[in-house]
T-cell receptor, first 115, second 116 residues
Framework: AQSVTQPDIHITVSEGASLELRCNYS??????LFWYVQSPGQGLQLLLK??????LVQGIKGFEAEFKRSQSSFNLRKPSVHWSDAAEYFC?????????????FGTGTKLQVIP | KAGVTQTPRYLIKTRGQQVTLSCSPI?????VSWYQQTPGQGLQFLFE???????NKGNFPGRFSGRQFSNSRSEMNVSTLELGDSALYLC???????????????FGPGTRLLVL
């Protein structure tokens, strides 16, 4: 069965520091890969996604993610975190399964930003 | 341009009842996806409708069903409600979020369902 792992339940970073949130998946084929962010004021938003091609994907709000096939990873990065980035981040994958795209979410990483 | 709207925003039902939730996508969007979020199970994908056809689906029992109308509005129905169906139900609209790298999704505020 497909699975998505976000190993960090909670991360705290200082404002202005760099950020990397980890995401690993377990599939043989290359799935579609997504990062979402959920905050109380903004609801759920799609940050970025990878379908094919360039393995470095740019998203909204200054985020980027890099797909590494050899490591089955799709880590989310931001060079300088802002206080407004405090939220919960979800990684998701979609894989062809019997004519459908099966979508699985990770358990999420809560980001706290300190001054 | 109006965003994604979901009605009702809050709902209380009892076990065994059925419920219908509605999602109105952004004008021009043909894809509507539904998600369930609970503290225990996290975010789970229910299904996606595109141009009135179910295009993708998650691992939910047949009690969960949906449909999409010609104006792209979508409804989700849950029959024979169970306590575990208490959740935040989110819908998202897009031109076709799994269609290509340039397509994005826009989420509604959700419907919070409580089953007693």
């Amino acid at each position: 069965a497909q699975s998505v792992t976000q190993p960090d339940i909670h991360i705290t970073v200082s404002e202005g520091a760099s950020l990397e949130l980890r995401c690993n998946y377990s599939y043989g084929a290359t799935p579609y890969l997504f990062w979402y962010v959920q905050s109380p004021g903004q609801g759920l938003q799609l940050l970025l996604k990878y379908f094919s091609g360039d393995t470095l994907v740019q998203g909204i709000k200054g985020f980027e993610a890099e797909f590494k096939r050899s490591q089955s990873s799709f880590n989310l990065r931001k060079p300088s975190v802002h206080w407004s980035d405090a939220a919960e981040y979800f990684c998701a994958v979609a894989l062809d399964s019997g004519g459908y795209q099966k979508v699985t979410f990770g358990t999420g990483t809560k980001l706290q930003v300190i001054p | 341009k109006a965003g994604v709207t979901q009605t009702p925003r809050y709902l209380i039902k009892t076990r065994g009842q059925q419920v219908t939730l509605s999602c109105s996508p952004i004008s021009g969007h043909r894809s509507v996806s539904w998600y369930q979020q609970t503290p225990g199970q996290g975010l789970q994908f229910l299904f996606e409708y595109f141009s009135e056809t179910q295009r993708n689906k998650g691992n939910f029992p047949g009690r969960f069903s949906g449909r999409q109308f010609s104006n792209s509005r979508s409804e989700m129905n849950v029959s024979t409600l169970e306590l575990g169906d208490s959740a935040l139900y989110l819908c998202a609209s897009s031109l076709g979020w799994l269609a290509g790298a340039q397509e994005t999704q826009y989420f509604g505020p959700g419907t919070r369902l409580l089953v007693l």
